[in-house]
């Protein structure tokens, strides 16, 4: 729960999205005496492509919602910089062979990033709408889960390092969705019926294989089966798929799973049967670890405990693990129990042993 009284005279910005979450910021800081400045990031489609873009009817809804509420909106380009550095970073770590995660990336590079660069300095805190929460234990500001274990966003947060934790406020953080919906009708928000949008955040309904594939285009190469060498079919492209893959590849006499990939010669795994040991990993190392505590002068970062939960990928779940500390910034992660579909590129997102407070990510390289 946020302490409206003590963030009364704090320079607020809200990032107004004009889907329902952040309109439900909006009108929750609005009834708390708070008069934020609302601001609508613009991702621009990539040169002249025509990409299906909701982008005009979101900025109509932001605009709706800030004359409703009275309060100031502008419009924020972070074109170049997500296409700069967002794109770039995913397309790299595609080609290269690598689960990447943009939306993890445009958290901590753009919302918190660039926007803080061009306008989020002139403000104490900078408000979003996403499912997660902070809170302040011994002296330090952390990252802490939202009771909404399906909408917990703390995972697409855990690359945002303290400084931008710092000035972070989830004022719908402590909220279950439904209720979020709830208010939204009630309040009879313009957007209160509104699908939540599916695709990459800011890219309105593209969905991950079509943004690959404007870059990257099709590469076909043999499916192989690891245990025998037998080739059953072809791939588009190695980075449409991904390692612990069971749907999509299309071919008879499955179920087969995703198990490896050979970039050098462009050659896709694949392994039979509902267990292979080659789709479970137990061990594996963390690289480039963020921690996301805000920690004020003078106060270390908090050290990882021995025991820990994680999670891969974004599912209600955290599994539990012992942590090893292997060197500056890298870990190795023991799961108590095999974990499904560990992919090299992916964040492996660590939280306290009850997944309440969130400790930061890092990178997974094998
Ligand atoms: N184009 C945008 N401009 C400004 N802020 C944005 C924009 N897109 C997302 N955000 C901010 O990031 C938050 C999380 O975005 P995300 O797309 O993950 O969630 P969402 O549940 O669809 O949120 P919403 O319902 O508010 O669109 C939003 O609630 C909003 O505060």
């Known amino acids: 729960m946020i302490d409206y009284d003590e963030i009364k005279n704090r320079r607020t910005a809200l990032l107004l999205s004009g889907g329902v979450d952040s309109s439900v910021v909006l009108y929750e800081m609005v009834i708390h005496g708070l008069r934020p400045d609302c601001f609508y990031i ?55 062979g690598y689960t990447p995660n943009p939306d993890v990336m445009c958290n901590r590079l753009i919302k918190f990033g660039a926007f803080d660069e061009k306008m989020g300095h002139g403000y104490d805190l900078i408000a979003t709408g996403h499912y997660a929460q902070t809170e302040w234990i011994n002296g330090r500001k952390w990252l802490t ?36 919906r709830e208010i939204a009708e009630r309040e009879h928000l ?24 404007r870059y990257l285009g099709e590469q076909v190469g043999d499916v192989i089966e690891l245990e025998t060498g037998k080739k059953i079919g072809t791939h588009k492209g190695l980075w449409f798929h991904t390692i612990g893959q069971r749907k999509g590849l299309g071919f008879g006499g499955g179920p087969w799973f995703v198990v490896k990939k050979d970039v050098a010669q462009n ?8 267990d292979p040991a080659t789709a479970y990993k137990q061990t594996f190392n963390v690289h480039d670890f963020h921690a996301t505590t805000y920690c004020p002068d003078g106060v270390a970062q908090p050290e990882l405990p021995l025991r820990v939960t994680f999670k891969i990928r974004h599912t209600p779940e955290y599994l539990p693990a012992a942590i090893e500390q292997t060197g500056d910034n890298t ?33 997974i390289t094998w």
């Open 42 to 96: 613009k991702i621009g489609p990539e040169e002249k492509e025509e990409w299906d873009c909701t982008s005009e009817e979101d900025l109509e809804m932001a605009t709706a919602m800030t004359a409703r509420f009275g309060c100031k909106l502008d419009v924020v380009d972070c074109h170049k910089e997500y296409w700069g550095q967002v794109t770039r970073y995913t397309m790299e770590k595609v080609k290269a």
């Open 145 to 180: 889960t939202s009771p909404d274990p399906v909408k917990d966003q703390t995972d697409f947060l855990a690359q945002i390092e303290g400084w931008q934790l710092r000035k972070a406020l989830f004022p719908i953080g402590h909220f279950e969705k439904n209720e979020v």
């Open 190 to 213: 313009i957007n209160a019926k509104r699908r939540d949008s599916q695709g990459i955040c800011f890219l309105g309904n593209i969905d991950y294989n079509e943004y690959v594939r």
């Open 267 to 274: 050659i896709l795994y694949v392994s039979h049967g509902y």
């Open 331 to 363: 870990y190795m992660i023991h799961a108590d129990s095999k974990v499904h579909g560990v992919a090299p590129g992916q964040f492996c997102v660590v939280y306290d042993e009850r997944h309440h407070r969130c400790y930061g990510s890092g990178e």
